[in-house]
């Protein structure tokens, strides 16, 4: 009798092992599945905080008594290339606001940095249903695994460190399988936030021109101030005299001059990276513009490859297959 409830008790231990050993090798991996899709309006609301609470970081370095600046070197136009405290404390708040909302999600930053925050960092989860997004009807689910985030903590750094406020803005890009899907761009020293769901929506501030009411010449055409001569020469024997070069900073402050019809076009002839970019694609795409290369192809922000684009830029609200003839 003892015998038999021994190896009653003995029978069980062992069912109840294989069971803990089944589940651990195909439960685990089911529950995780469920972890491998993200929403794509909840990665908006939280895209939009994560950009607002880099800037918070961005205006208070500024507002503070030092900048902390360094130097990464020189650009290809042999331009000094600026690091602050702006840059980091931004990028660590960013990164932390992605890592807390949605873990395992890829993030690609400007900035890097074995640091740890020196300063109060704000570490509450981002709101995945904020109000900014209440409106939008549609959303979509798409596996984790085709998503790529790119962060721009702190665009326009050298204009940032010159007290030119205008220019800079904080961005976040989230491209699916490599196109430009969600673009958000805020203004640190405006508190504004534009940001732009593809076939979705895109936020009232956003004062998109009427395409017709854009003016045909002269061709104003927004360059970055390091190479506005060479894009002046360029443009002017490309499109035949009637030029008016724009020169300002910023590759989101570019953009949204952009959409707003401020100008026709943004040209970009050398080296760009594309935490810079890829938010101005997402909103240019979402109001029926369009970004490219200057010989006309798609930039692929799958985060394959290079973050750099050498293949130059152009931005259009209307007429980018005419302007095109710049890369020609
Ligand atoms: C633009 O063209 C002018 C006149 O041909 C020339 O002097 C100047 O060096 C050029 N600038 C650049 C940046 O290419
Ligand atoms: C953007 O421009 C490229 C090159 O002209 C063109 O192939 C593409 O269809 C354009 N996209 C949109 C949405 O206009």
Redesign the pocket.
Known sequence: MASNININVKNAVIFITVCVVILYFTGIPLLNKQLKFINMKELLSVSIEVAERGGIRVKTVRESSSLGETSKGKTKEGVNDVLTAGDLQSHLTMMNGFKLAFPGLKVISEEHTKKTADFKMDTSVPKKNSEEVASLTKTETVPLADVTVWIDPLDATKEYSENLRQYVTTMVCVAVKGQPVIGVIHRPFTGETAWAYVGVGYSSNLKVAKKEDLAKEPHKIIVSMSHAGEVKNLTTKKLGGKVEIVSAAGAGYKTLEVVKGSVNAYVHTTLIKKWDICAGNAIL?AV?????TLK???IDYSGAGSPLNDKGLLATLAD??KY?IIGT
Do not use: I
Request: no cysteine; net charge positive; hydrophobic share 25%.
């Open positions: 795409r029926g513009g369009n970004m490219t006309g192809n798609q980018h297959a095109l």
